[in-house]
């Protein structure tokens, strides 16, 4: 027989009803935790206001237009900056933006046809930020987007970069980096597109991670599933000057006059990426124990791959395996100069057809390993690791290049490649080659890898995983732009009264108004719920009373626009009120 005391039972039933007392008080409150508040501006006056009223995980979204001269600070952290369409808010002028809070939603808006003469278009120290679906083009700045060295986490993606007006010694995109803490941030299925210039050292890279005396510290940044193509501003397209960095994916096409720079740094990743008609695909100026695996390289007409002779930092352990290189300029190793690469291994390439020898001033300390040669070597004969045969390729309905069904690179790549690094942060890097360059699954037996840069037989269609169509933002971005200045805001267009209100109220409209004017009652998400006026030949001082009985309790806001045709001029004003 089993008992409890009276006493001990009353102190379960206690415990027990504190336990739903707690459940029920947390539920109560979940409404009021996730509460959030949606600001419409359509200024700079506006946007500073709204800035200051906004609190945790509240939104400022621009209406749609064209403004100029408008510069925001985003100072705040926990909310989103937006567009009210993605695109259809341009900035102009000298429109620039300012990211210094943390936890900041960026997105939609395009930056046209400016002029900031040594500004940047877009600057951020803050942490934690998301840019995404912003288009710049034509501007003459100092950079388009820079990410300073205390930043982290800053993810840039769906954005369109174009056409910088200056050639000024400056880039596009650039990533700083700190001395002490890695910056871990995402360039994810971005465009840069036609950057004009000579191709020589102008410091007009499209993206450059790091500065030369950065060159030990360690970025951790990723760039990924982006496009490159007419970047002629510099000779390098992706300039890395920075240790532990990951380029994947990216599609580089019709370069003529520049190619992947790894400059300064070590440890730096290039996987799985397109190098299309263009001079070259990955220059290796510098560094140690770099990587360039799961490559596909077509049509380059000045060198598919480039391993200099420099004393500033010569190259030691550099690794090179399961690409493919085909019809393209001769592979460069770097053994005319008094410091050659040392520690270099290829090993299960495809080297096939090249527009003259497949290779030109070896150090003849290079480890071949498992590779296919089809043309004119333009070296001596490794006596180990190179097979020379017809590795029987085919082309596809895209016009890309795989192996045939009896091709002798099936099952035949051999062990003793290095394993891909991991580096804390960066996710889904294939250290072990597990998979093909279209992320097909290989083997786990190395001997049943194929040899080059894609598996047969080929479940997946090789073509580019970037491209024109499926990077950059979501809508058009070859928008023409009319400058219109930011219209003259006037606090009074409108008067609200009482305010809180339970039953009827009063807008008084100002004398100063005509033209056409509209006036909507806004909810707290900023949706309409009411238009209370509109008409074309407002023509001054109106009272109008308005009943709210039927809106439920909470928090809404008048929102009044007049624009007078000819003069040219728009007020406008937005007045919050409480329903009580």
Same mark, same amino acid.
């Given at each position: ?154 993810? !840039? ?23 002490? *803490? ?54 390098? /397209? !992706? ?113 096939? *057809? ?55 690179? !099936? ?21 072990? !080659? ?50 219109? *200045? ?7 267009? /409108? ?8 039953? *009827? ?76």
């Amino acid at each position: 027989m089993f008992s409890l005391s009276q006493m001990f039972i009353n102190q379960i039933l206690m415990r027990i009803s504190e336990f739903f007392i707690v459940i029920l008080f947390s539920c109560l409150l979940l409404p009021m935790v996730g509460k959030s508040e949606v600001f419409f501006v359509s200024s700079g006056q506006e946007f500073f206001q709204a800035q200051n009223a906004a609190a945790t995980n509240d939104s400022i979204v621009w209406r749609t237009g064209t403004y100029s001269d408008v510069r925001m600070d985003i100072g705040n952290d926990d909310i989103t900056v937006m567009a009210e369409e993605l695109g259809s808010v341009i900035f102009t002028g000298a429109s620039r933006v300012n990211i210094t809070g943390d936890n900041i939603v960026f997105q939609g808006f395009q930056y046209l046809n400016g002029a900031l003469g040594t500004l940047d278009v877009i600057n951020v120290t803050g942490s934690q930020i998301k840019i995404t679906q912003i288009n710049i083009r034509g501007y003459t700045c100092y950079k388009y987007l820079r990410v300073r060295e205390e930043s982290q986490y800053v993810e !840039i993606s769906y954005c369109n970069f174009e056409n910088r007006l200056n050639l000024d010694d400056q880039n596009i995109l650039s990533i700083l980096v700190d001395e002490t *803490n890695p910056g871990y941030h995402k360039i994810q299925h971005c465009s840069f597109k036609n950057f004009d210039g000579t191709g020589n050292d102008l410091g007009i890279e499209p993206i450059r991670i790091g500065v030369s005396t950065q060159a030990d510290y360690v970025s951790r940044s990723v760039v990924e599933y982006c496009y490159f193509t007419q970047c002629s501003g510099d000779g390098e /397209i !992706i300039s890395s000057k920075a240790s532990q960095n990951v380029y994947r994916y990216n599609t580089f096409e019709n370069n003529p006059l520049s190619e992947l720079v790894l400059r300064h740094g070590s440890e730096n990743v290039v996987y799985g990426n397109f190098f299309i008609n263009g001079k070259g695909g990955v220059r290796v100026r510098e560094g140690q124990d770099h990587y360039i695996y799961n490559n596909y390289f077509y049509e380059l007409d000045d060198r598919a791959i480039f391993l200099q002779n420099d004393d500033s930092d010569p190259l030691d352990n550099i690794n090179i395996a399961f690409n493919t290189v085909i019809n393209c300029a001769e592979v460069i190793l770097g053994g005319s100069g008094d410091d050659p690469p040392t520690n270099v291994t290829f090993s299960n390439n495809l080297f096939v *057809n090249p527009m003259g020898d497949l290779f030109e001033e070896a150090t003849e300390t290079e480890t071949w390993l498992g590779n296919i040669s089809f043309g004119e070597l333009g070296i001596p004969l490794p006596s180990d690791g190179m097979t020379t045969i017809d590795p029987v390729l085919e082309i596809n309905s895209e016009g890309f290049y795989g192996l045939a069904q009896n091709s002798p690179a !099936i099952n035949s790549a051999v062990p003793g490649f290095a394993i891909l690094p991991e580096f804390m942060n960066i996710e889904n890097i294939d250290s072990e !080659i597990l998979f093909d360059l279209m992320r097909q699954s290989r083997p786990e037996t190395i001997e049943q890898k194929d040899v080059g840069c894609n598996e047969f037989p080929h479940n997946v269609t090789i073509q580019p995983n970037a491209t024109e169509e499926n990077t950059g933002p979501d809508y058009d971005t070859s928008t023409s732009v009319s400058i219109k *200045n930011t219209p003259p805001i006037v606090n009074d267009l /409108i008067e609200v009264n009482p305010n809180p209100v339970s039953n *009827n109220m009063t807008i008084e409209f100002n004398g100063k108004s005509t033209g056409h004017l509209k006036v909507e009652i806004l909810d707290s998400l900023g949706r309409i719920v009411d238009v209370v006026y509109e008409d074309n030949v407002f023509q001054g001082k109106m009272i109008l009373s308005k009943n709210i009985t039927d809106l439920p309790k909470g928090s809404y806001t008048i929102y009044a626009k007049n624009y007078n045709q000819q003069e040219r001029l728009e007020r406008i004003q937005a007045v919050k009120f409480i329903k009580l």
